[in-house]
C-alpha cells in the first residue's frame, strides 16, 4: 500500500471541556475523529486511530484528556486513514 499523503496535525480539544465531566475522554476521541476526517478528506467511517492515540487521550481518566494532541495521519489509496501519535 503506498500512502497517498502524510500529514501532522495539531488538534485542539477545547470541546472536551464542555462536555461532562464522565464523558470527556468519550468526546476527545469523538473530536479527533471529525478532526482527522476533515482535514484528509475521508468518512469519519474511515478513521482509524491506532492504540497510542487512544491511551494519550486516556493517559489521566476519563475527567481530564488533554487541551490538544498533535498526531500523524496517513491516507491509504483505498480512502483509510490511520492516525497515529507524532513523534
Same mark, same amino acid.
Given at each position: 500500500?503506498?500512502?497517498?499523503? +502524510?500529514?501532522?496535525? !495539531?488538534?485542539?480539544?477545547? *470541546?472536551?471541556? &464542555? /462536555?461532562?465531566?464522565?464523558?470527556? @475522554?468519550?468526546? @476527545? !476521541?469523538? +473530536?479527533?475523529? +471529525?478532526?482527522? /476526517?476533515?482535514?484528509? *478528506? @475521508?468518512?469519519?467511517? &474511515?478513521?482509524w486511530?491506532? @492504540? %497510542? !492515540?487512544? +491511551? *494519550?487521550?486516556? /493517559?489521566?481518566?476519563?475527567?481530564?484528556?488533554?487541551?490538544?494532541?498533535?498526531v *500523524?495521519?496517513a491516507?491509504?489509496?483505498?480512502?483509510?486513514?490511520?492516525? %497515529?501519535?507524532?513523534?
Amino acid at each position: 500500500m503506498a500512502d497517498e499523503y +502524510e500529514r501532522t496535525i !495539531v488538534i485542539p480539544l477545547r *470541546k472536551t471541556k &464542555q /462536555a461532562p465531566r464522565t464523558r470527556r @475522554a468519550n468526546r @476527545a !476521541v469523538k +473530536e479527533v475523529r +471529525e478532526n482527522v /476526517a476533515r482535514h484528509m *478528506k @475521508a468518512d469519519l467511517e &474511515q478513521v482509524w486511530l491506532d @492504540a %497510542s !492515540v487512544n +491511551e *494519550k487521550l486516556w /493517559a489521566n481518566g476519563i475527567r481530564n484528556p488533554p487541551n490538544k494532541i498533535t498526531v *500523524k495521519a496517513a491516507k491509504f489509496d483505498d480512502g483509510l486513514v490511520e492516525v %497515529s501519535l507524532a513523534e
